[in-house]
């Protein structure tokens, strides 16, 4: 076998209007040391005639029904061979040097262990779709700079709190040591628990603005706001919770965890989706046993103090909060109740 610095692992359900844009801008990098793993799960929409047909260069996975973003990413990390493993959603595109600046930056700091690129809006390139992922203590994570304009600010290079699955670099070792995405969460949050237990083990993230990425987003599901996202998301956020925080953190976070579930449940009756949300409920219910059990593996694995992951936890909800400040700033809108819940809870 050829040896490659990079295997590419892309998830597909039904993306072929958007895997012939993806899969030519990778074709057009600068950096070319690598190899596709396509995992395709179940499509009907000719995805599959498409990449026999012409790109049959691409290693392909395929299944007959749809078992998940968290199996498909694990199946492609799992075929993969290479020291590095790049996730890439369907709907992106990518700039001409983003692999060879997330190769490089591996390769400069080698004491990171998995990498953000800049994903910028696929149809306005000069507003932010993430720069870097931070964390809500109520169990979420957030895209820093979602819906801002770039930035200065997310033009430096630095630390952040993890990666978003859609476009992050990792090195292979990383999924060697703390195991790959939790299967059980099917699609939503997976990678927020990926950050958390990195960060319990003290695996460190570094955003690369240099690497761009065009991200269409929420392509599979046709919107973001719909009853799978809200069912999936609702659940996924309480197995978060129940599975990673130390009850020191519960308890100590409670306010703020408290906080998030009142306005999520606000926002979900806004959007007329209490019946989803009430299903992830149920599901939560249901699942809690073996997220109770995956707790004490999850916990006796970590590294890191408890009081320093909550400093770090709380250090990453700030960041969510000055990102989102900032996004109202520029709209004109009131930021009064984000300043109180920063003098109250931070």
Known sequence: MISIQLDIVIPNFNGKAFLKDCLASLQHQSFQDFRVIVVDNGSTDGSLELLRRDYPEVELIAWDENRGFSVAVNAGIAHSSAPLVFLLNNDTE??????????????????????????????????????????????????????????????????????????????????????????????????????????????????????????????????????????????????????????????????????????????????????????????FIKIMPLMLAKRKETLGLATVDTRELGVIMQKAEDEVLQSIMRRRDAAKRSNRLFSLYRRLFL
């Open 94 to 283: 990518l700039d001409a040097q983003c692999l060879a600046e997330l190769v490089r930056t591996a390769a400069e700091k080698p004491e990171f262990d998995f990498f953000a690129a800049k994903m910028l809006n696929y149809h306005d390139h000069s507003c932010l779709d993430g720069a870097g992922e931070a964390f809500l203590r109520g169990g979420v994570g957030y895209r820093l700079g979602t819906m801002e304009q770039d930035a200065v600010c997310y033009s430096t290079p630095r630390q952040v709190f993890g990666a978003c699955a859609g476009a992050a670099l990792y090195r292979q070792e990383f999924f060697v040591e703390l195991g790959c995405f939790d299967e059980d969460f099917f699609a939503y949050l997976e990678d927020v628990d990926l950050n958390l237990r990195a960060n319990s083990r003290g695996r460190k993230c570094w955003y690369v603005p240099e690497a761009r990425v065009y991200h269409i987003g929420s392509a599979t599901t046709g919107s973001k706001i719909n009853p799978f996202t809200v069912r999936l998301s609702t659940r996924n956020n309480f197995c978060i919770l129940i599975k990673n925080y130390p009850f020191v953190l519960l308890f100590r976070f409670a306010p703020a965890i408290c906080v998030y579930q009142f306005f999520w449940l606000c926002f979900v009756l806004k959007k007329r989706q209490f019946g989803a949300y009430w299903g992830g409920i149920v599901q």
